[in-house]
């Protein structure tokens, strides 16, 4: 059984910085993408960033590019996202999902992952 527990949310300042880590359990194989999506309030949940395992590949939404950074310890099964510059509108629940498939990372699909983490919440005040 596939597992992924997030942690690492909390309050920040704008400008600020938080670092999410995801702890995913229950794969085998090595061909798998993890990725962080996020949900605002009143919006929909959308991609921010993937990692592939096959490559290390990775995605960013534009909204994140330059600001945002993905990582992971393959040996861990530890997937981290790096937040810098943090803005009130990246205040949202974020969710760490993955897939047996990596081409959605490669090929910078956001469509939903199969895998879902319960979420952290990341709140970032002006």
């Known amino acids: 059984e596939v597992q992924l527990v997030e942690s690492g949310g909390g309050l920040v300042q704008a400008g600020g910085s938080l670092r999410l880590s995801c702890a995913a359990s229950g794969f085998t194989g090595d061909d798998y993408a993890i990725g962080w999506f996020r949900q605002a309030p009143g919006k929909g949940r959308e991609g921010v960033s993937c990692?592939?395992?096959?490559?290390?590949?990775?995605n960013y939404a534009d909204s994140v590019q330059g600001r945002f950074t993905i990582s992971s310890d393959h040996a861990k099964k530890m997937v981290y996202l790096q937040m810098d510059s943090l803005k009130p509108e990246d205040t949202a629940v974020y969710y760490c999902?993955?897939?047996?498939?990596?081409?959605?990372?490669?090929?910078?699909?956001?469509?939903?992952?199969?895998?879902w983490g319960q979420g952290t919440q990341v709140t970032v005040s002006s």
């Open positions: 990692i592939s395992s096959s490559d290390g590949s990775t």
């Open positions: 999902a993955a897939d047996r498939r990596s081409i959605l990372c490669r090929w910078g699909s956001w469509r939903p992952y199969a895998y």
